[in-house]
């Protein structure tokens, strides 16, 4: 067996030509220029507060549990029946107004929320197709379409970050004329404590969005994808999903969530329910080539975390941990005066991030000065620029909270700002 | 949120239109039919020796560990790299003739090896193309090509079932004539006691392979799919695999193996290793969309099981509890008298199956009396023709051992040897 000397002979396909290195693996490379560096980029959990010992119990029940260990053996392609049945309780208990059966009958369980993602994208659309997202938008999500050759579209947004109802009427109208319209096969965003942007979306946004489309007559399969909904601070976000807000009932929607982000990322579990009844057993046919069904052991051990209240009891450890995070970074970079610099973000509510948008003039993006500057000055951060899904902004920012400690927040925010102050305004 | 009322105005995809239900699904509903049904369907593994206390030691260690607990924490799209360290021993033992550390950059972890599969198909494939399979081959691999659109032919095989090398000649002549062969991007088979035949290649069947596709100027890249290869009887099978077979230096080639077939089908561990270091690349940028990284904790207990002996002892309770759920078997169905009536089988040396060819003229298919009369007699099979990439019979059955205990597969050989009985030889 020889790799080094030979080159590639191999002939790809479409898919395999177009597949490439993640833009973040840039970073990373670049990361490597300096070990002392304090990663506030990745979206990781915080490794203080993992629930060690609620896994360590739910093993132990499983492996108390009378009978064959049937948790080590193949589970069904579409997931684990308890499991659906926890999931879909918890999902009910968030949004009482939702039909538990239907939620129940709809639900399925993947190797973490981004494969149901895949499975989405892979049965919905074409090369060449278009997805709309939001603005902006989760970059894995983003480069995943690109790798199936699919395009993104943003929806328009305002100054607030608000979904804008003229621009994006005028988008719609705008893709219906230039013929556009036919090519968009779905509609994708993150809608609670967004990944990158911190932001959830308001009941008006939702329904505004779903007149808007109605409108177009684009009734197109809907994605939410709620990863961070129970990563809030203090209280959940008031508005509903699309499967109970009015304006949807027409719209085939499929809703994913995950119990590994707010849980433990290395368990990789994801929860998903669609309301369409053929989307949901295409994907269920293509999952059947991909895994056959997620790991059945991961799946037992989420039932016992999840009946034995150990789920609730880590939102309960890490929701005020997250809080106080957001808390440590947010006010460094304020008492280094930020702000002042022209600097602008808003304080999330819940989630893992900051996003930051830099004083007018200065580019921030991954082959900026500024983001060198980081580097050589040991702070790491994902430019903005991944986040969109056409017209990226280049002053952009996104500050990830949820891996380091209060301490290392801390000096990762007085290395950020001192660059920042470097730079300085930018403004005349 | 209403589901149940809606017709579907989903568009799909070319992938999504033409993804089906498993045609073992059809096997299934059918088994409905029936509650006292002995399957000796599916390919599962041995209830009663599934590794619980390996799996608690390992989850035991992992929370002893001091420091962070990153077991539960995101980890590297490629796999850890200790496990894909372990493994790379653990094949370098099987195959000492490898160079360790080919083997290890080459590798990387997946969710079962049946990931690897797709992910090599996904990079590989466009919907048209044609891929070499065994004969008779991996059902989910060749029901996974359909998914992809591409089609799958059969190496020809002669009576004993081995590779017929002037027939394969023949074939690769006309294809090249035809300008099929233009459409060839991989060939496929399974090595080691086959799923399903029980059969293993020999070496001399390894190197007319490579020579005849050499000749025909087809190095086509090359999947060897090893998933049991560690589930030998008594002793090892002797041929090396194509990373080290003579004439296969040429061929761009990936190895796929996994943890969970001969361990503990719940955890879904795989492990593949490439000689083409583009080829891999690729897999692993898909990889990234489809979940960036396989359950970092399910890795981790690998480690833990792997370098605490615990695979080994498994493998060693397994392989004769294996061997003798066989023997069982494949007495219950000579003492009925199956060889008299015209059946046929060969006694494997290893896996989980037995492969069987029914008297000429019985038809053993899906749709055949005599599935529908196992049924009813409470017992489920396979039939082969699911197993067969093109031009397939109606005469063959797998049988799998693994599962069931010693009493219940007497029961289920005695049901089924009832039922032969019954239709008797089929001939005159």
Redesign the interface.
Known sequence: ????S?Q?????????QR????TIAKLMAMALENSELLSIA?G??D??N????S??RG??SL?AQEG????????PNQGRPELRRLMSEHLCEQEPV??YH??Q??SFIT??S??AL?LAI?????PG?IVLVDRPSYF?FL??LR??GVEARSIPVGEDGKIHQTELREMLRAMRVSGESSRV?ALYFVSYFSNPSGRSLTRDEKELLAEELSAADL?V?TIEDAAYRDLYFDEPWPADSV??TPGW??F??LYTSTLTKPF?????VGFAT??????R??ML??K???????????Q?LFEQVLEGRGFQQQLARIRPSYAAKMRVLDQQLRDAGLIELGWTWEEPAGGLYLWLTAPEGLDTSLDSAFCHACVEAGVLYVPGELCFGDDAPTDTIRLSYG?LSKPDLREAGRRFAEVAKRFGSNSP
């Open positions: 067996m020889s790799t080094s030979t590639s002979s191999v002939t790809f396909s479409e898919l395999g597949s490439k290195p993640p990745a990781f959990t490794t203080a993992l629930p060690t010992a896994v360590q093993v132990e492996v064959a260990p049937e948790f080590l053996q193949y589970g939702l039909d239907d939620v009958r709809g190797n973490g981004q494969q895949y892979q049965v919905l659309c074409d197709d894995v480069e995943m790798g199936l096969k009734l399969p499967l109970s009932e027409g085939p929607r433990a990322t290395g368990l990789k669609c309301t369409d009844v053929e989307w057993a295409k046919h293509v059947a080539h991909h895994d056959f069904g997620t790991a059945n052991f991961n037992a891996v």
